[in-house]
């Protein structure tokens, strides 16, 4: 009878052991999978935290970035990319050619398959704004080898381009601003030592030509260093206390000579303002704006240099003439260097062509601002702004 019991015992005991263990398996599977599923969603939160940070990465690039598949379809482009060529509506999965309307990006991805390396070109794109485009083009490669698409990375180079053709139009300027009385001095100077030097009437008038262009070769070089000097930063201003309506007495007085062989009048309707400046150079400013005034102007004409107070409380300098004006098209060139509205006139004349770029670096050196307002027939009146002198004005 013991036996029984005791079996009976010991199978009730296996059996409650067992539920235990299966119910303890069980919490701890349950566990488990919750410690799973929150690893997973983590993961999940992980992952799209990364996605998010590497898009706004890829969009926040100032390069334009195209990704490109195996097929020769867009997969992705960043906002760069957009942006630099003035792109709209869905570009996912549509080829290069229907997206950009460009087939040197075609042959772009093309070489870069046939030579499995880094490819560069450049591009001159005329939408939205024309501009000038650096491509470099790059497989795309999977751990496996195997070519899966291509990366065309875009370089905005516009700027470059125009800084490049700017010296290049700078040094053909100087070098023909410098060869023209070059060539005349060399040619007078040669003339006289074969023998026009023994004629007294010749001599006097071929030396009188040396050196007229020999002047001129000495305005153009310094005002080659001055430009120079302005643009580098290398000049520091004087700035003081600077009355206005005697600075422009002097430079008016400077010109009367001129003034009076062209027959043109000249006024001074400039207020009695003080300005913080640097005296030189405004002067130098004025010179130029009432020296043009009085060779471009028309004869018998009148030179007036007038100045307001503007709202922002700056002087508002205005030499004004009643020649034959400006042509439309040339008001936006005319403070470029060696830019001329007439250059058979100017070069007669003997202008060096920097005389208002100058006048520009000089004024955006005090802050202020150059600009010119004209009408064919109707003169042309040049403006700038300058500083008044706070304890002055007070």
């Known amino acids: 009878m013991l036996w029984p019991l005791l079996t009976l015992f010991v199978a009730i005991a296996a059996v409650g052991v067992h539920l235990w ?3 303890r398996f069980s919490r701890f599977r349950q566990q488990a999978e919750g410690e ?7 993961q999940k939160e992980k992952d799209l935290e990364n996605r998010s940070r590497e898009a706004a990465l890829f969009d926040s690039m100032v390069e334009g970035v195209v990704l490109v598949d195996a097929s020769g379809r867009v997969q992705l482009a960043n906002r760069a990319c957009v942006s630099l060529f003035g792109l709209m509506g869905q570009m996912e999965g549509k080829s290069l050619m229907e997206v950009f309307r460009l087939h040197e990006l075609a042959e772009v991805v093309e070489s870069v398959g046939a030579r499995a390396q880094l490819v560069a070109r450049e591009l001159r794109v ?14 795309l490669i999977s751990p496996s080898g195997a070519r899966i698409g291509t990366m065309l990375v875009f370089h905005d180079v516009t700027r470059l381009k125009q800084l490049e053709r700017t010296r290049e139009e700078f040094v053909a300027n100087v070098s023909h601003e410098l060869r023209t009385p070059l060539s005349l001095i060399k040619g007078y100077a040669e003339t006289l030592l074969d023998g026009a030097k023994d004629n007294p009437a010749v001599a006097g008038k071929f030396i009188q030509i040396i050196d007229r ?3 001129r070769l000495r305005l153009l070089i310094e005002d080659l260093l001055t430009i120079s000097e302005i643009e580098s930063g290398r ?5 003081a206390a600077v009355r206005l309506r005697s600075l422009v007495d002097k430079v008016l007085s400077d010109f009367a000579g001129r003034a009076e062989a062209r027959r043109v009048r000249l006024d001074n309707q400039a207020p009695d303002l003080t300005l913080r400046a640097d005296s030189e150079r405004l002067e130098q400013v004025l010179g130029n704006l009432v020296g043009n005034a009085v060779k471009y102007g028309r004869a018998d004409g009148h030179v007036t240099v007038s100045a307001t107070i503007t709202s922002a409380g700056q002087a508002e300098v205005t030499v004004q003439d009643d020649g034959p004006g400006i042509p439309k098209e040339a008001l936006e060139r005319v403070f470029e260097r060696f830019y001329r509205v007439d250059k058979a006139r100017s070069r007669e004349e003997g202008g ?18 150059v600009w010119v307002r004209s009408e064919p027939g109707q003169g042309a009146a040049f403006s700038f702004t300058v500083p008044i002198d706070a304890a002055s004005q007070a």
């Open 21 to 23: 263990w299966r119910s």
């Open 36 to 42: 799973i599923d929150q690893f997973r969603n983590h």
């Open 126 to 139: 005329t939408r939205p704004v024309e501009r000038w485009v650096e491509i470099n083009g790059t497989a």
């Open 213 to 215: 262009n020999a002047e």
């Open 235 to 239: 000049v520091r201003l004087n700035l």
């Open 352 to 369: 060096t062509g920097l005389g208002l770029a100058i006048v520009k670096h000089i004024v955006q050196s005090h802050g202020g601002k």
